[in-house]
Each structure stands twice: as C-alpha cells, then as structure tokens.
C-alpha cells in the first residue's frame, strides 16, 4: 500500500546569505532530516531548488536553507559533501531506507562512502544517488519485522521475528478500536477488502507484524494507519516509536482532535488546517507525527514554524496566499480541491460543495446520516454583519436530552465542542464560539 500523506516533509528554517543559480544549500524538514538542493532560479525573495538524488524542484523562501560553504556542484558525484558525523565504512553494504519528498519511503544498500556522502543503489530501480547520513536510516540486522504485502501475483518477502507483546487477531485489533468510536463502516469495509486479497499466509505474517506493538491501542493506530494508506517501513518506524511509551501516551498523540487540536497559523489558513484535522483523524500515525511537534497546538506567530509551513504550502498549491493572522490582505482558497487530494483518496469517496437552500434541520439530517457512515462533514459558515467566512469541521453527533448535538472542531482555536442542534438553528456556536452569530452557508457532502 502507498502513502498518500505526501506534505509531512515541509522544509523549516534556516538562515542564508545572498543566493544566486548553481549555488549549493542545505535545508532541514519536519521528519529533522537534513537535504541538500541546487539553486535553479532566484526570484525576489524566493529560489526554485532541485533536490539532491530527486526528480523534485520546490519554489521556497529564501530564509528556509541555508547556502553550504563548499565548491558548487550539481553532478551527485560525492565531492562538497558539506559537514556530517565522520562516515564508517562499515556501513557498505548495509540496507538503509529512505524517505522521498514525494512521501514515499525507498530501501537501497550502500555502496561507496566519498568523503561524508554514502552512495546509494535503490532496491528495483536503475538509479543511484549520493547522500548525507541525515537522509537515510540504516536498517539494522536486530531490526523487528518488515512485511511486504502480495502484490498481485508476486510473493511476498519477510523477515520475521516473534511478536512483541499478547498476540491478537486483525479482527480484534480493530474491534477494540471500533468499540472506542475510533473507527468507521467506511475502514471496516476497507479492512475486510484488504484481508480477502490476502492469502492465509500473508494473513499470519500481518498478524505477526501488528502484534510487535505492544498494547491494543498501538496495535489498532497501526492498523488505522495502514488502512488510510502507510507503507510498512513507515508503519515499523511508527511501532518503534509507539512501544516507547505507555498507552494514555499513546493515545493522547494518536488521536488528534483531543481537546486542543491543529490551530490556523494565518488568517485565511482555515481550509487546509481543516484538511489537516481530517487527515489526522484517518492517520494515527500522521496525528502523532504532527503532535511531535512543538506548539502545533499554538499560535506560534513564526513562518518557520513547521505547522505554518505545512498550511502555507498547501494553501498557494491550490491558489491561496498566506497572511499573519489580523492580516486580510491574503487570499482565501476553497477546499474540495485539498479534500479530494488527501482526504477522499484514503476514504474512496469524492466531496462536493453543497450550498444550504433548505432548513438547517434538513442539512443537519443529512451531515448525521454522512457522520454514521463514518465521514467528518466539513461545513462552511458566514459571520453574520461581515463578508468574512470560516470551514469547520463536524466529527461526530450525540443525542442529549431532547435533541441532537454536534462535536464541531474550529481551526481558529484548534478546540473541538459540542454544539447542540437548536443554538445551530439560532445561529450561535456557543460554547464553541460565543463571540459571533452565524449561518451555515455550505456543507460538503460525497459522491461514491
């Protein structure tokens, strides 16, 4: 299965002096690897670098690399490594993987080790490429197991160790999660789909693969995670990650719409910060990679900030331009484009911008019956007395007394509260916000 969360790999950082094409750089990402590029173009205040050892170019401000004190060179020949732990030439030979900027993770073998760089051949491709330490993981020989899913007719691969931890089965794994409200009809059905293309065999050694985490909760966020799209090396990196800690831990970073959540890094940031939310919710392991993250949940008022850049990028992908927050001079972008890319993809449904020509109770039946089928219903509201308009995204429902209520996250505080049904009708987010009367003017529901 391919990963298909691709913008985890942000570029953060980095102070730099002046820039010109054929300049050598250097620039550190979310996953706090290290890359290097060459400078392309230069315009303004910005450089389109290509990426060492990728068919990749990225337009980025010039404050997020900084320019290496070495001999230009453009021919991934190994000279002008730039600074890295001292090399051993005990790793020729060794199996690395590495993670590539479109969100893919490769394994190759090193070959050659030239001055800090290690050549790296790439596993099924005619390709090799020169790299620092900081762009790859050595995969060791203690490492647990790595599974290779049937593809088609291929056999698989293994190699297997005992499962850490109680031993259970695919079926009670996501039945313990499916009793926490952790998981949809919509994966279910996706996990049963899976399971029939593979064979007993394939069967057992998935088995064997999960049970390497060590409580239910981290048995389930793996199989989540595997279900809205991750690799397996991915996945054991996430496993590592997860037996480390215990499982209220686990649980609090693995679930991203806890009480304080992803909050909007600039003005008109709300759609794809939204997006983000969503994401969070299908990938456990995409929730505790950005909880990792120092003040996700905060206004942190720096472009550098790795939240920031993740939204700024996905904001001008689609069209929009990012302001500070108070700042209106920026430009608002839709979201059906960002939902579809990275949201419907992982569910297998495509979502639409419904505008609201009917009474709320009627939309508000149909955002119930989208919630039941395991699908968060993005809304679009108005603030009454402006032009201004905010997404918000509606997680799950309860019925409570004598009526109905909506656990609604708001971007702009990154909080998640309930919402009964009649403040709705009444235009009034409250306890969620109480500063501003509102009317629901889209939803989004989906088309199979």
């Known amino acids: 299965m391919k990963t298909i969360i691709v913008f985890l790999l942000i570029l953060i950082g980095g102070a730099t002096s002046a820039q010109q094409p054929g300049a050598k750089v250097t620039f550190r990402a979310v996953d706090g690897k290290t ?70 993770t490769y394994t190759g073998v090193v070959n050659e080790i030239k001055g ?89 050694k998935l088995v064997q693969f999960i049970n390497q985490a060590k409580t239910s909760s981290a048995k389930f966020f793996v199989l989540k995670s595997l279900l809205a799209g991750d690799d397996f090396t991915i996945l054991q990196k996430f496993i590592n990650q997860l037996n480390q800690y215990p499982e209220a831990y686990q649980q609090e970073k693995c679930l991203v719409t806890t009480k304080k959540s992803i909050i909007q890094q600039w003005q008109l940031s709300c759609s794809v910060t939204m997006v983000q939310t969503f994401l ?20 942190a008022n720096d472009p550098n900030h790795p939240m920031a850049q993740q939204q700024k990028t996905l904001m001008e992908k ?69 032009e201004g308009r905010h997404f918000l995204l509606t997680l799950k429902y309860k019925h409570s007394g004598n009526e109905f209520q909506y656990l609604i996250y708001d971007p702009w505080d990154g909080v998640c509260e309930y919402v009964s049904q009649s403040n709705l009708e009444a235009g009034s987010m409250a306890p969620l916000n109480n500063s501003w009367k509102i009317t629901v003017d889209y939803y989004y529901p989906t088309n199979e």
Do not use: C
């Open 35 to 104: 890359y290097t590029g060459i400078i392309k173009e230069v315009e303004n205040s910005r450089s389109k670098v290509k990426y060492d050892g990728f068919q990749f170019e990225s337009w980025m401000d010039n404050n997020r690399f900084t320019l290496l004190n070495s001999k230009e060179d453009d021919d991934d020949d190994g000279e002008d490594a730039g600074e890295d732990e001292a090399p051993t030439e005990k790793l020729i030979g060794s199996k690395v993987s590495i993670k590539g900027t479109n969100g893919k």
């Open 116 to 204: 800090a760089k290690y050549r790296i051949k790439y596993d099924g491709y005619k390709f090799e490429t020169w790299l620092l330490k900081q762009q790859f993981n050595v995969i060791t020989a203690t490492q647990a197991t790595t599974y290779t899913p049937a593809v088609q007719h291929q056999q698989p691969k293994y190699t297997t160790t005992n499962p850490v931890g109680g031993s259970q089965d695919i079926n009670s794994i996501f039945s313990f999660g499916k009793t926490q409200g952790w998981a949809s009809i919509i994966q279910e059905n996706k996990l049963n789909s899976y399971l029939a293309s593979l064979s007993p065999h394939d069967k057992t």
């Open 280 to 299: 969070g919710n299908l990938s456990p392991r995409y929730a505790w990679e950005v909880k990792q993250i120092a003040n996700f949940d905060a206004i």
């Open 318 to 386: 689609y069209g929009g331009v990012a302001t500070p927050r108070g700042d209106y001079t920026g430009k608002a972008i839709g979201v059906n484009d960002a939902l579809n890319e990275y949201v419907g993809k992982i569910l297998g449904v495509t979502f639409y911008a419904q505008e609201v020509t009917e009474p709320l109770s009627n939309v508000l039946s149909k955002v119930r019956s989208q919630l039941d089928r395991g699908i968060d219903v993005p809304l679009l509201v108005g603030f009454q007395g402006t």
